[in-house]
């Protein structure tokens, strides 16, 4: 069946622009995550959506992250006033649920350049 | 200090032999263990959960130490497709928020 998909595979953008990074996870599964991986570095915990809520959002670095799943199905990671420090991979995962029991699929990630 | 630390290798072997990576977490309440496996530019898939009495899945083997904090994965047998970057994950309760390793690359040669 189809895995989780994320769209644009590659961003490239300029200092100050704003990037919105679309998700789509594996049909039926009520959990959400988004991570972000820098280059060496493993994933990087940003946001975890329940349904259509944001369960936790303490890994969201500042203001200018915010994510939205209005639907409970298809999330969106939107980026404000982009700055170098922010090209990393944005990985998005899903899972049925938030237990141990239920492991996380990944999607391929967004690539984010901000030149 | 990381959460969780690995060795970051690069470990090069030859097909065939047996290799182990090691890795520990500072988080004393940590519940859950997992090691991932991440090939170049693709996404983290999970490898195996990894459980206190310790778990065998094929040429792999996981072991916790909860006294000493550390997690090891032992491959048996390795082959050109093993080659990738392992990932150690701890989560602090038994749900969603994973803590990653930096990885352990390791290279099989033929």
């Known amino acids: 069946g189809a895995g989780v998909s994320q769209t644009p595979s590659n961003k490239v953008t300029e200092k100050g622009k704003y990037v919105e990074l679309r998700c789509d996870p594996i049909?039926?599964?009520?959990?959400l995550y988004w991570y972000r991986q820098s280059l060496g570095q493993g994933p990087e915990f940003l946001i975890y959506f329940q349904g259509t809520g944001a369960a936790d959002d303490s890994g969201l670095p500042n203001d200018r992250f915010f994510a939205v799943r209005p639907e409970g199905s298809v999330s969106t990671l939107k980026i404000q006033r982009t700055e170098r420090g922010d090209s990393a991979v944005y990985l998005c995962?899903?899972?049925?649920?938030?237990?141990?029991?239920?492991?996380?699929?990944f999607g391929n990630g967004t690539r984010l350049t901000v030149t | 200090r990381k959460e969780v630390e690995q060795d970051p290798g690069p470990f090069n072997v030859p097909e065939g032999a047996t290799v182990a990576f090691n890795c520990t977490y500072s988080?004393?309440?940590?519940?859950?263990f997992f090691w991932y496996r991440q090939d170049c530019r693709k996404e983290p898939k999970l490898l195996m959960s990894?459980?206190?009495s310790g778990n065998e899945d094929g040429r792999f083997t996981a072991q916790l130490n909860r006294a000493s904090q550390y997690i090891s994965l032992l491959i048996r047998d390795s082959k050109l497709s093993d080659s990738a970057t392992y990932l150690c994950?701890?989560?602090?309760?038994?749900?969603?928020?994973?803590?990653f390793g930096s990885g352990t690359r390791l290279l099989v040669r033929p």
């Open positions: 995962a899903s899972s049925e649920d938030s237990t141990y029991n239920s492991p996380l699929h």
């Open positions: 990894v459980y206190s």
């Open positions: 049909s039926g599964h009520t959990a």
């Open positions: 994950v701890v989560s602090m309760d038994s749900s969603y928020k994973l803590i």
């Open positions: 988080n004393s309440a940590s519940q859950s």
